[in-house]
């Protein structure tokens, strides 16, 4: 396969999740804001970039508004819901002699009916308009696409970006003290909800919710979940022939990563919940940086070997 087919690939996985999972991050926070009056809203919004990745303006006031701006409608925001859309659809179009046209229609349809601006009272609309238009579009790649190397590229994007946007959303529990979303909230905007209450057959706690999304086996929104699947991926791609250790350095600080969170007390984790969202985050970073270095590399120079006698 070309590098740039599956670098577009990888790509179009991971923005489409992560429109999707900017939008379910918003969708959480911009509603408790709009419910809790006494919350400083421009230091919650403020923490809510931070989480994302981007930081505003220092001058301004930032409120509800701003942050809808920033990070849903803005179209050269790389963090922004529009971006990775666009982004999504500029990398199927680069790759569309793989892409199927149920697809390629799918992302064409989505950037085109993309808002620029988006009234108070359609913001929750607008933000399951991303998420169906999403799901659509990974469920009309996973249904027509033979399970080879172009599948297992997009896989990986999407499964290291989801669990990247997972530890985020969770990092957005402890955004404020006081006020930060529920674990019944984070559970419904995660789709987990009704999975978790047939899993735990009872009323949502903090040590329960927290094990679910973190360290479940078979939800596959969960951090250990996506970052096995991954693995899964990056091992599809080229399996391991290695006697001793590990080689591939994406699946081995992947590996890491799961390593820690799967044989660490829960307890343990959700006191330490901010760091190790953040090490998860790093570790997928490292490891899509290594991918990248690997597969798709953008500076080769070519050089002449020369005729052999």
């Given at each position: 396969m070309l590098s740039r087919i599956a670098e577009s690939l990888f790509w179009i996985g991971r923005y489409l999740e992560r429109a999707d999972g900017t939008a379910r991050i918003l969708d959480v926070q911009l509603q408790l804001l709009l419910e809790d009056r006494w919350v400083d809203e421009d230091g919650a919004c403020r923490a809510l970039l931070g989480v994302m990745g981007t930081t505003g303006p220092e001058d301004v006031w930032l409120d509800r508004d701003a942050v809808l701006g920033i990070l849903a409608v803005n179209r050269q925001h790389p963090?922004?819901?529009?971006?990775?859309?666009?982004?999504?659809?500029?990398?199927?179009?680069?790759?569309?002699?793989?892409?199927?046209?149920?697809?390629?229609?799918?992302l064409n349809t989505t950037t085109t009916r993309m808002p620029r601006h988006i009234a108070s009272e359609r913001v929750h609309d607008f933000f399951h308009?991303?998420?169906?238009?999403?799901?659509?579009?990974?469920?009309?790649?996973?249904?027509?696409?033979?399970?080879?190397?172009?599948?297992?590229?997009?896989?990986?994007?999407?499964?290291?970006?989801?669990?990247?946007?997972?530890?985020?959303?969770l990092a957005t529990r402890t955004l404020t003290e006081v006020s930060g979303p529920s674990w019944t909230t984070i559970l419904r905007s995660c789709g987990a909800y009704e999975a978790y209450l047939r899993t735990y057959r009872g009323v949502s706690s903090m040590r329960n919710a927290a094990e679910f999304l973190l360290v479940d086996r078979i939800f596959p929104r969960s951090v250990l979940f996506t970052m096995n699947d991954a693995v899964g991926a990056l091992t599809a791609l080229e399996p391991r022939t290695d006697?001793?250790?590990?080689?591939?350095?994406?699946?081995?600080?992947?590996?890491?990563a799961v390593s820690t969170l799967e044989y660490r007390p829960v307890a343990e984790i959700i006191e330490n919940l901010p760091q190790m969202m953040t090490d998860v985050q790093r570790a997928t970073s490292a490891a899509s940086d290594d991918i990248k270095a690997r597969y798709f590399p953008s500076q080769v120079v070519p050089t002449w070997a020369g005729e052999r006698a």
């Amino acid at each position: 396969m070309l590098s740039r087919i599956a670098e577009s690939l990888f790509w179009i996985g991971r923005y489409l999740e992560r429109a999707d999972g900017t939008a379910r991050i918003l969708d959480v926070q911009l509603q408790l804001l709009l419910e809790d009056r006494w919350v400083d809203e421009d230091g919650a919004c403020r923490a809510l970039l931070g989480v994302m990745g981007t930081t505003g303006p220092e001058d301004v006031w930032l409120d509800r508004d701003a942050v809808l701006g920033i990070l849903a409608v803005n179209r050269q925001h790389p963090s922004s819901i529009a971006y990775s859309l666009h982004a999504a659809r500029e990398n199927a179009r680069r790759a569309r002699e793989i892409v199927s046209s149920e697809l390629w229609e799918c992302l064409n349809t989505t950037t085109t009916r993309m808002p620029r601006h988006i009234a108070s009272e359609r913001v929750h609309d607008f933000f399951h308009w991303v998420r169906e238009r999403t799901a659509l579009a990974v469920g009309t790649y996973e249904t027509a696409m033979s399970r080879d190397d172009a599948y297992q590229f997009f896989r990986l994007g999407l499964s290291l970006e989801r669990a990247d946007m997972t530890a985020r959303l969770l990092a957005t529990r402890t955004l404020t003290e006081v006020s930060g979303p529920s674990w019944t909230t984070i559970l419904r905007s995660c789709g987990a909800y009704e999975a978790y209450l047939r899993t735990y057959r009872g009323v949502s706690s903090m040590r329960n919710a927290a094990e679910f999304l973190l360290v479940d086996r078979i939800f596959p929104r969960s951090v250990l979940f996506t970052m096995n699947d991954a693995v899964g991926a990056l091992t599809a791609l080229e399996p391991r022939t290695d006697r001793i250790g590990v080689g591939d350095t994406a699946v081995r600080v992947l590996g890491q990563a799961v390593s820690t969170l799967e044989y660490r007390p829960v307890a343990e984790i959700i006191e330490n919940l901010p760091q190790m969202m953040t090490d998860v985050q790093r570790a997928t970073s490292a490891a899509s940086d290594d991918i990248k270095a690997r597969y798709f590399p953008s500076q080769v120079v070519p050089t002449w070997a020369g005729e052999r006698a």
